[in-house]
């Protein structure tokens, strides 16, 4: 079974950038959350996505935006970067069913520096 | 608000000397309240789901609790690869699998 995996692992970008991080999802999983980890704090949800389509977006701007594929992997997007964007982003699959949201596994996270 | 709150921020520990770990939460409809463990620089390593007051999970040297307000996290004779952050964190009443995280236990064993 093959786990999540996230790519690029590290990513330097200067403040007004764009950039796109990306998540293979674990097999079997139907769904992918992004969560956003600053030092010291715990991880915050940016959005979920199921069936290619978001499903539930946490308190972040729309320069935050994400696609799904046909696949179940994942891509992140933000546009016009900030300072403040400088943290570890996870990546989260989960098998969305009828009994209910389950267990989401995450990968390794992309480290991005904002500078 | 759906909030979580960890207690301590640290704990530092002697080899073998056990302890426990505070997750207090509010939620409104609460269904599932996962542990997590997290090493330096990687992403949250899946532990435990529980999802009903009274529920216990076990797993080698852990053993998390759960009641109406708060879980616990009880580490029994630890040893120094036991040294984490770990994470809290709840699935709330939202129809999303939104996962609201506390702020994280850091815990440190020494030999």
């Known amino acids: 079974e093959t786990g999540v995996t996230q790519s690029p692992t590290h990513l330097i970008k200067t403040r007004g950038q764009q950039v796109t991080l990306r998540c293979s999802s674990q097999?079997?999983?139907?769904?992918v959350s992004w969560y956003q980890q600053a030092l010291g704090q715990g991880p915050q949800f940016i959005f979920q996505y199921y069936r290619e389509e978001e499903n539930g977006r946490g308190n972040f701007p729309p320069r935050f935006s994400g696609l799904q594929f046909p696949n179940y992997s994942s891509e992140l997007n933000v546009n016009a970067l900030e300072l403040d964007d400088s943290a570890l982003y996870l990546c989260a699959s989960s098998l969305l069913s009828g009994g209910g949201p389950g267990e989401q596994f995450f990968g390794p996270g992309t480290r991005l520096t904002v500078l | 608000e759906d909030q979580v709150t960890q207690s301590p921020e640290a704990l530092r520990l002697q080899e073998g000397e056990s302890s426990s770990l505070n997750c207090s939460y509010t939620v409104s409809g609460l269904r599932g309240l996962f542990w997590y463990r997290q090493d330096p620089g990687k992403g949250p390593e899946f532990l435990f789901t529980?999802?009903?007051a009274g529920e216990e999970k076990e797993k080698e040297r852990l053993k998390a609790t759960l009641t109406k307000k708060e879980s616990f996290l009880h580490i029994t004779a630890p040893k120094p690869e036991d040294s984490a952050t770990y994470l809290c964190a709840v699935h709330g009443s939202s129809n999303t699998g939104k996962l609201i995280f506390g702020q994280g236990t850091t815990l440190q064993v020494k030999p």
């Open positions: 529980l999802y009903s």
């Open positions: 097999s079997g999983h139907n769904t």
